[in-house]
């Protein structure tokens, strides 16, 4: 039987083309192929290669196996209800899995429900990949940590072999306890600085301009922000300020935080920092301000905007400023850093770290450390810069002087030419 | 003295450059005249004039011929040579190419360079590529979408198949199938793909909409093209089916000749806020050569009012069908004023309106200024008799960056000042401050020849120079070369977008010059707007050029003018 068709399949071949054009000569082999495969159900494949090993593949007979065979169940669940879109959807996401997309394995149907409410075709997807992501993080977590286990089992059984005689007394002066020992310390440092601390505010005022995705991005800042102010040597007193009670803001600390909430050696107020401190020693911190800080001053209070901004809405925080006439500065990135890419505004615990660092040691160098290396090329030689500086202004001052004196008939023609 | 505040004379320009159609279309026109017109005339709303002699030379695709002129015809001639205006198709193409430093991306590096069979192998040629193939990705899926990308030949996918089943106990990947089923689809092997289509139905449930989309595209051209609806069907039940999906639907009903279905599938299109291919919507002007319907005429026109009320522009082609299908053609030459680019005074009120809330305010007014200075200046506008032109001072003065910034203000200010212009000009209050680049006395004679706005420093001073000119009224111009476009960004709906960049492109006055001191000039203002429309009688629709590649602030250069026999 396979004979005939790998006979007549070059016959075709090579009789149509100088008859029929293009087209139809693919639409007649075709269908005679499909006539002969149909005609030969039952080819099993391993034989046919041990058969015929240098023959030609047959071409068609894939198909009569994939029709005939039993339906692949892509999907158990809830296969009666058709109508149902949360079993659609579940379906939908199994097809893109086979097609080597990047969704999730396993979903839960909370999340169903989020892909669900999903607008847009790109939303749904952008979900599923963050659940995909997610998903595969998780997996590689487990299996680090079954190794881990494994290993620490190993090691474990080694030791028990090798010490049990040698267990001879030693002396050592202290217990092991030193994780317990570090966070009293912290507390004692941290109950100092409540008392007699540079205040350090967090404007928590910007819960309307941010998607609760970004909304649980500054919250974690804030959480990594205080964890970087605790260990310091010299603690701000922090003030977490407009933070309402029962706000997002409000929940979603005290769901990170727990128990430890209440707790927290720091100053947590639904007032607004205005309130709490003298006006003009208030310093609001943002990238958009048009003065630059030139040194940290320790009796001003700075004010942070907890505001993580992924949809670039400029002038919010200077805004805020302008409206309660406060005064405003920026880092100096641009006079010691040589910038490449990225936005200029920072994260909450870089800004943290980088005062706490000035506040400590007055450094602009050092201070700047904490600004991510992928942002910038390197630093810029002070020298350098204002060396700049002084070029410009000798450069208009010429140019002024020229302008003013005898030649300025001729070099202003030169501009009009 | 080119500057030209009147705003006429645009056309000139326009309207001159050459039809690349015209030979073409006088000779197809010249051809079937004798034998259609005088059969189809009498259904038709518009019908095909009898080429007069004196009318010859206006026959196709016609750019109708400026009614004014400008009263320097040499320098205009000059104008549209070198520089292309800010807003017509291609000039941002043109200048990004001026830019030396963009450069052409290199193409990223080819990984793995193994030959793609040109015919079909068999399996221990199969086998032996696998094994030459090295790379972490499986080698079946990877060799699949490498022939997906390449096009490769129907059976050499096949023959991959083949192997692959053989190996498998016959049964073959889902993803392995749709990329075969890309590959019927692209080289329109309609029985392959009602093939795939079958083992598709046989094997999953339920397909995804990528599969779907292929196997509609399939489906259409054969006889059983009514599946593709059911298809279409199926993605609705997860997502909202793509403008393609649609348009590939209408296209296999119009190819059925069901021409219901097919405006059905458009009005759900349109429906779910979708914007229509452009070829769908040439479709419904193909199709209509063949059938003599007033109802079908009627939706046809429906078609063109959509294109205008949503600034769409054809292409070249679909240009052509919208022409064949009115089978006109013969430009009037018409000397018919094309609709003005001015605003009616609702829309001018409302526009006015939306700025003041949605560019100025936007939700806060402490954003891109302050209460109190937002009095200041309201007040000021108030004070002032309506202006003429309204001048933003920092990019005026900036546009040259090795003079002075003081004196190209004061040069342009004094040269629109002689005209009798009543000048405003808007600026920051660090303009004021005596500094090598301001000098006082400059700024001074400034200050005597117009009137003078100064905005605190950091705020933004875009917003007021748009509040003045609209308050002052439609006679009002702007001068800038700023585009606007973040302003444009803030307005909230696409319909005052629209009105936006309308207005813009009639009030807006760029500066020419590349040198100062050699007099200003401006490019000259748009005085039509760019849009499909008609009178009743005539049609006039801008369309694209297929080898001009226009940005979305840019209009069309080229129109197509129908006329209505009379």
Not at chain 1, 326 to 351: F, H, I, R
Not at chain 1, 355 to 371: D, I, R, S
Not at chain 2, 42 to 63: C, E, G, M, Y
Not at chain 2, 128 to 145: A, M, P, R, T, Y
């Amino acid at each position: 039987m396979s004979i005939s068709v790998t006979f007549l399949r070059p016959f075709a071949r090579f009789l149509v083309p100088f008859t029929l054009h293009r087209k139809s000569r693919n639409l007649y082999s075709t269908i005679l192929q499909r006539n002969m495969s149909s005609k030969i159900p039952s080819l099993s494949y391993p034989n046919k290669e041990s058969t015929s090993p240098p023959e030609q593949l047959e071409l068609d007979g894939w198909k009569t196996t994939m029709k005939s065979s039993v339906r692949e169940d892509v999907s158990t669940v809830s296969s009666n209800k058709d109508e149902d879109p949360l079993a659609a959807t579940r379906e939908l996401i199994e097809m893109w899995r086979l097609l080597g997309r990047e969704v999730p394995e396993h979903i839960t149907e909370d999340e169903l429900k989020t892909v669900m409410e999903c607008a847009s075709k790109s939303s749904k997807k952008k979900y599923l990949k963050y659940l995909y992501i997610k998903e595969k993080v998780k997996k590689a977590r487990q299996i680090k940590k079954e190794a881990k286990a494994a290993a620490r089992e190993e090691f474990k059984k080694s030791k028990l072999l090798e010490t049990t005689e040698e267990d001879k007394q030693q002396n050592f002066l202290f217990l092991r306890l030193w994780d317990r020992n570090m966070d009293i310390a912290m507390g004692w440092k941290g109950a100092q600085a409540m008392q007699f601390g540079q205040p350090l505010v967090f404007d928590m005022a910007y819960e309307t301009h941010m998607t609760p995705k970004e909304l649980q991005n500054t919250i974690s800042q804030l959480l990594e922000s205080e964890g970087s102010n605790r260990r310091n040597v010299d603690p701000f007193h922090i003030y977490f300020c407009n933070l309402k009670t029962d706000s997002a803001y409000h929940r979603e600390l005290i769901k990170r935080y727990g128990e430890k909430w209440d707790k927290l050696l720091l100053t947590a107020t639904e007032k607004s920092h205005v309130d709490l401190f003298p006006k003009d020693s208030i310093i609001y911190l943002t990238a958009d301000s048009p003065n630059v800080m030139t040194t940290f001053k320790h009796d001003k209070i700075y004010v942070v905007g907890s505001f993580v901004d992924k949809h670039m809405q400029p002038g919010i925080s200077l805004a805020k400023a302008k409206r309660l006439k406060l005064a405003t500065e920026c880092l100096p990135l641009d006079k010691y850093l040589q910038w490449d890419v990225g936005s200029k505004n920072l994260t909450l615990d870089q800004m943290i770290r980088i005062l706490l660092c000035l506040k400590n040691t007055g450094n602009w160098e050092e201070a700047l450390k904490f600004v991510p290396r992928r942002k910038h090329t390197g630093y810029l030689e002070v020298s350098q810069y204002s060396q700049e500086f002084i070029n410009r202004m000798k450069k208009a001052k010429t140019f002024n002087s020229l302008s003013k004196g005898s030649l300025n008939g001729r070099t202003q023609k030169r501009w009009l030419e | 003295m080119t500057f030209c505040l009147s705003g006429i004379g645009s056309f000139a320009k326009l309207w001159k450059s050459n039809p690349v159609l015209l030979g073409r279309g006088h000779s197809y026109l010249s051809l079937f005249l004798t034998d259609f017109c005088g059969i189809r005339n009498q259904q038709r709303w518009f019908s095909l004039k009898t080429v007069s002699p004196q009318n010859t030379k206006a026959t196709d695709l016609q750019i109708a011929k400026a009614r004014y002129l400008r009263k320097d015809e040499g320098s205009n001639k000059q104008v549209s040579s070198d520089s292309s205006h800010l807003f017509l198709a291609g000039a941002a193409k043109k200048r990004s190419q001026m830019n030396p430093q963009s450069k052409d991306h290199a193409l990223p590096p080819v990984k793995n360079t193994i030959e793609l069979p040109t015919k079909p192998l068999n399996s221990k040629e199969w086998d032996k590529l696998k094994e030459d193939f090295k790379g972490k990705v499986n080698f079946e899926s990877w060799i699949s979408s490498q022939m997906a990308q390449c096009h490769s030949s129907v059976d050499v996918a096949k023959s991959l198949l083949a192997w692959v089943a053989a190996k498998n106990n016959g049964i073959v990947g889902y993803d392995l199938l749709v990329k075969y089923l890309h590959l019927c689809v692209f080289h329109k092997q309609t029985s392959e793909v009602i093939d795939v289509y079958e083992i598709m139905k046989a094997r999953y449930k339920s397909l995804e909409p990528e599969a779907n989309t292929l196997l509609i595209r399939g489906l259409i051209h054969s006889d059983r093209w009514r599946e593709a609806l059911l298809l279409l069907e199926d993605i609705k039940k997860v997502m909202t089916p793509s403008r393609k999906n649609y348009s590939d639907c209408i296209q296999g009903a119009l190819l059925h000749q069901d021409v219901n279905i097919a405006w059905n599938l458009y009005q759900e299109l349109l429906a779910h806020d979708l914007i229509p291919m452009l070829e769908t919507l040439k479709a419904f002007f193909d199709f209509g050569k063949d059938i003599e319907d007033d109802h079908y005429s009627k939706k046809l026109l429906d078609i063109l009012l959509y294109l205008r009320n949503n600034h769409l522009y054809p292409g070249e082609s679909f240009a052509h069908s919208i022409k064949t299908w009115f089978e006109s053609g013969q430009c009037s030459g018409c000397g018919k004023t094309i609709e003005s680019i001015h605003l009616s005074p609702e829309e001018y009120e409302f526009l006015k309106g939306k700025i003041m809330r949605d560019v100025i305010d936007g939700g806060d007014q402490y954003k891109k200024t302050t209460p109190w200075e937002l009095k200041r200046f309201k007040n000021f506008v108030k004070s002032c008799p309506p202006f003429d032109i309204v001048i933003d001072g920092l990019n005026v003065a900036k546009m040259f960056p090795k003079a002075r910034e003081s004196q190209v203000l004061l040069e342009l200010v004094s040269q629109l000042a002689k005209q009798n212009l009543r000048l405003l000009v808007l600026g920051r209050k660090h303009m004021l401050k005596k500094s090598p680049r301001w000098r006082k006395d400059e700024m001074e004679m400034v200050r005597e020849q117009a009137s003078c706005f100064f905005a605190d420093n950091i705020s933004e001073d875009d917003p007021f120079l748009l509040y003045a000119t609209l308050h002052s009224g439609n006679h009002c111009k702007f001068v800038t070369k700023d585009l606007m476009r973040d302003h444009k960004a803030c307005l909230s709906d696409s319909k005052t977008q629209h009105l936006f960049f309308k207005w813009q492109q009639g009030h807006q006055l760029a500066i020419r010059n590349k040198f100062p001191g050699s007099g200003i000039t401006f490019q000259h203002i748009l005085s039509h707007d760019t849009v499909v429309q008609t009178t009743g009688d005539s049609w006039h629709i801008p369309y694209d050029e297929d080898l001009v590649e226009r940005y979305s602030y840019e209009v069309p250069t080229k129109w197509l003018c129908l006329h209505r026999k009379t």
